[in-house]
């Protein structure tokens, strides 16, 4: 029988240092965070070193605090179907409207505050760039994620980038994976779990060794030898409805990213857009452009 991650903690935790236990307290706490911040985040967020970090995982029988990710999100998965998650979102929201907007809100900065401590420098700088200097970017998203592939891919284009979307499911799948060429980025917008166009477009991407950058909550232990580059990004609390905040506000300041490293490729595409707008209009249709 398997045995859950708050079994562990009851059975372990008098046996542990002071140290290890107010690790243990914190995941408790913050499982969403502890899903996919690194243990020097969760360290600096715990007030504790990354070594004791390490420790408070293995003290609860766990090979390493990835194993511990992989088995909170296991649970997650296999506990809370999407119909949970909503049960549990209204059992807390109540019948006040104004909770409603005031829980909203405080997991969407959560979340936001997450993505700032979650997410170095280094590893957006390399995204940042990843995208710049690829031939041509796809990006994969299906359900709710695909929205924002299509979002991705419209300003990619705005920029004078090539890109493309896959967002297509079952067998039309097989037509976005012939889409895939040398020289590709593909981003990948994944979260929970392993579904089968997300296991063939992996299985793709190592053949062809084409560059990948992931973003995702729960499967960043599982597949980050699989990508070159994993950003975590939480979906707001993990045991209620899922929310997207923190995913758009990333692809919106990798958006700022790319133009901050090329503006000038970028505000002569979108004059070119202004221009095309302004004949199709039969007058002037200034498009905003950020910087000019």
Excluded at 58 to 77: V, W
Excluded at 177 to 182: A, C, D
Aim: proline share 2%; glycine share 6%; net charge positive.
């Amino acid at each position: 029988m398997t045995i859950t991650f708050d079994e562990r903690v009851a059975d372990r935790f008098e046996r542990m240092s002071p140290a290890e236990q107010r690790v243990i307290r914190f995941f408790q706490e913050n499982r969403e965070e502890v899903l996919i911040a690194s243990a020097a985040a969760l360290a600096a967020r715990a007030k504790t070193s990354d070594a004791t970090i390490v420790r408070a995982a293995k003290a609860l029988g766990f090979a390493g605090l990835d194993d511990l990710r992989r088995t909170l999100a296991g649970e997650l998965r296999s506990l809370l179907t999407p119909a949970g998650r909503l049960t549990r979102t209204l059992n807390e929201v109540g019948p006040s409207l104004s909770n409603a907007f005031e829980m909203t809100l405080e997991i969407h900065l959560r979340s936001l505050e997450s993505l700032r401590r979650t997410i170095t420098a280094d590893q957006f700088e390399r995204a940042v760039n990843s995208i710049t200097k690829a031939r041509r970017v796809l990006v994969f998203g299906l359900g709710p994620s695909s929205a924002m592939a299509a979002y991705l891919v419209i300003q990619l284009g705005r920029f004078d980038l090539d890109a493309r979307s896959l967002t297509n499911t079952g067998l039309l799948f097989a037509d976005d994976l012939r889409k895939l060429r040398e020289g590709d980025l593909v981003v990948v917008l994944a979260y929970g779990r392993v579904y089968a166009e997300l296991a063939v477009l992996l299985e793709e991407i190592q053949r062809r060794r084409l560059a990948s950058l992931l973003l995702t909550d729960t499967l960043a232990a599982r597949l980050r030898r699989r990508v070159d580059l994993v950003l975590p990004v939480a979906r707001g609390r993990a045991d209620l409805l899922s929310m997207h905040t923190a995913t758009l506000g990333l692809i919106e300041a990798l958006l700022v990213g790319i133009v901050a490293t090329r503006p000038r490729r970028t505000l002569a595409s979108l004059k070119k857009l202004n221009q095309l707008r302004e004949r199709l209009a039969g007058k002037g249709a200034d498009l905003p452009m950020s910087g000019s």
